[in-house]
């Protein structure tokens, strides 16, 4: 199947190029999109290069938030993804099937508590549907991050996305029932000074909410540093200190013991930030809804 340019020069525009402007609208990068497409950074250059020779337009834009649609490109966009969903409908058996490769980033806890168990139901309900999962607790980048969805903490600021609450949480303190039996149990917060900490490397993150967090408690008497809540959870509940957990990792887990609940709970939420190209994607929406 091709179809001609709308240039009269009889050149004819591959659908297989028009799949991959559709990938790299989504994803913002040529390597992002190489790799959703099981194809290499040249072969998108390439096919790229060949779309704008056929239309006779520029179809992409660099900018400093990477590869932008240019107006030629978005008025290919439909045109491009009526030929995904025609490949989709191919299959007459499973005309509501989803297909292709969703790439997600999200911080690890979210990933083992939420994302894996949505993700994995949603994948056995639609087997052609690939899910590539990255675990990255950061803030959402300004620039394109290669990715079809991002999960962050805190209210995303990036202009060019749109952004979804997703379902709130609290950071609060726990330390392990044997921890608490040979330490003095802290009354007050300032007691903290006295206890080691358990959290984030201090500036690692730069997550607003995360860091607040912290700063809110005095300085501890030593610290345990990861950038990994599950190190977090196993540090605080082998004794190590008092961590700063979010309660769904120390819900279930007999050997923690909430501490000062009365004095510190930090109410902080999870944000989707999805570009506005890839939430025409009905992969991306399936996949915003079952998070």
């Keep these: 199947m091709a179809a001609h340019a709308p240039t009269g020069s009889g050149r004819q525009i591959s659908p297989e190029d028009l799949l991959t402007l559709l990938a790299v609208a989504r994803l913002g990068k040529f390597t992002a999109a190489a790799h959703s497409l099981g194809l290499n950074h040249t072969t998108v250059s390439r096919r790229i290069a060949a779309l704008e020779k056929a239309y006779g337009q520029r179809v992409l834009v660099a900018s400093p938030d990477g590869w932008?649609?240019?107006?030629?490109?978005?008025?290919?966009?439909?045109?491009?993804?009526?030929?995904?969903?025609?490949?989709?409908?191919?299959?007459?058996?499973?005309?509501?099937?989803?297909?292709?490769?969703?790439?997600l980033a999200c911080p690890q806890a979210f990933a083992l508590e939420f994302a894996v168990p949505a993700l994995t139901s949603l994948q056995l309900r639609h087997p052609g549907l690939q899910i590539e999962l990255i675990t990255a607790t950061q803030r959402a980048r300004q620039y394109r991050s290669g990715v079809d969805i991002e999960v962050v903490v805190g209210r995303p600021d990036a202009p060019r996305s749109a952004a979804k609450r997703i379902r709130d949480y609290r950071l609060q303190l726990y330390a392990s029932q044997e921890y608490l039996r040979t330490h003095p149990q802290p009354r007050t917060l300032d007691d903290l000074a006295d206890h080691r900490i358990v959290y984030y490397i201090e500036n690692s993150l730069q997550v607003d909410d995360l860091d607040e967090a912290a700063a809110e408690l005095p300085a501890g008497k030593g610290f345990f540093r990861s950038t990994s809540v599950q190190a977090h959870v196993l540090a605080t509940a082998g004794g190590v200190g008092i961590g700063i957990l979010p309660d769904f990792t120390a819900r279930g887990n007999s050997r923690l013991v909430q501490v000062l609940p009365e004095l510190f709970s930090k109410r902080v939420s999870y944000w989707a930030s999805v570009r506005h190209e890839a939430l025409r994607s009905a992969g991306v929406r399936a996949v915003l809804e079952v998070l």
């Design 68 to 103: 932008e649609l240019s107006t030629a490109g978005r008025q290919l966009l439909p045109i491009a993804e009526d030929i995904e969903a025609a490949l989709g409908r191919i299959d007459a058996h499973e005309t509501a099937a989803l297909s292709g490769t969703i790439r």
